[in-house]
T-cell receptor, first 111, second 113 residues
Framework: NAGVTQTPKFQVLKTGQSMTLQCAQD?????MSWYRQDPGMGLRLIHY???????DQGEVPNGYNVSRSTTEDFPLRLLSAAPSQTSVYFC??????????FGSGTQLSVL | GENVEQHPSTLSVQEGDSAVIKCTYS??????FPWYKQELGKRPQLIID?????GEKKDQRIAVTLNKTAKHFSLHITETQPEDSAVYFC????????????FGRGTQLTVWP
């Protein structure tokens, strides 16, 4: 099993550009989520999903969209990138009532 | 929503000493409390977790205690080693949706040889 796979590992965007961060898991986990990590702020939940076709907002959802068309994939879309979205992004997955498995992260810089 | 406070933000100890990191949470419905270790440039890794029906859990040099009445939980690392140096995060989960974790801001632990 590859676990949770995130792409790309690094990305630089210009303000206003759009992009999609990819996340895939091969563990048949129902729950998937996106977090952002900023220095001194811990990890903050952006969006999460409890199954295909079901998504909900976390603590900091503004500026991000998600969809969950399959159990395996949970992409995060930035519609119009802003410098405030410069961060490290982690995707995670789990079974119900089980621990989170994190991907290796995407370091995003918005200029 | 849930609010998790973590202290201290930095902690320096001598090798062999113990380290304690404390967290408080606000939502009495929270029932799952994991601790993650994150080394520089790496992903967070679960090191220990505890559920609300248990007061203490140990795994070799690591232990977690939970006081539901006071809404706080702590991580205890004994006989610290330089490889324990990392950022540690506590987290809390409300209800059965464990994919929705609320994290503390982290503690940078440095263990000096």
């Amino acid at each position: 099993n590859a676990g949770v796979t995130q792409t790309p590992k690094f990305q630089v965007l210009k303000t206003g550009q759009s992009m999609t961060l990819q996340c895939a898991q091969d563990m048949n986990h129902e729950y998937m989520s996106w977090y952002r990590q900023d220095p001194g702020m811990g990890l903050r939940l952006i969006h999460y999903s409890v199954g295909a076709g079901i998504t909900d907002q976390g603590e900091v959802p503004n500026g991000y969209n998600v969809s969950r068309s399959t159990t395996e994939d949970f992409p995060l879309r930035l519609l119009s990138a802003a410098p405030s979205q410069t961060s490290v992004y982690f995707c995670a997955s789990s079974l119900p009532d089980e621990k989170l498995f994190f991907g290796s992260g995407t370091q995003l810089s918005v200029l | 929503g849930e609010n998790v406070e973590q202290h201290p933000s930095t902690l320096s100890v001598q090798e062999g000493d113990s380290a304690v990191i404390k967290c408080t949470y606000s939502d009495s419905a929270s029932n799952y409390f994991p601790w993650y270790k994150q080394e520089l440039g790496k992903r967070p890794q679960l090191i220990i977790d505890i559920r609300s029906n248990v007061g203490e859990k140990k795994d070799q040099r690591i232990a977690v205690t939970l006081n539901k009445t006071a809404k706080h939980f702590s991580l205890h690392i004994t006989e610290t080693q330089p490889e324990d140096s990392a950022v540690y995060f506590c987290a809390a989960s409300t209800g059965s949706t464990l994919g929705r974790l609320y994290f503390g801001r982290g503690t940078q632990l440095t263990v000096w040889p």
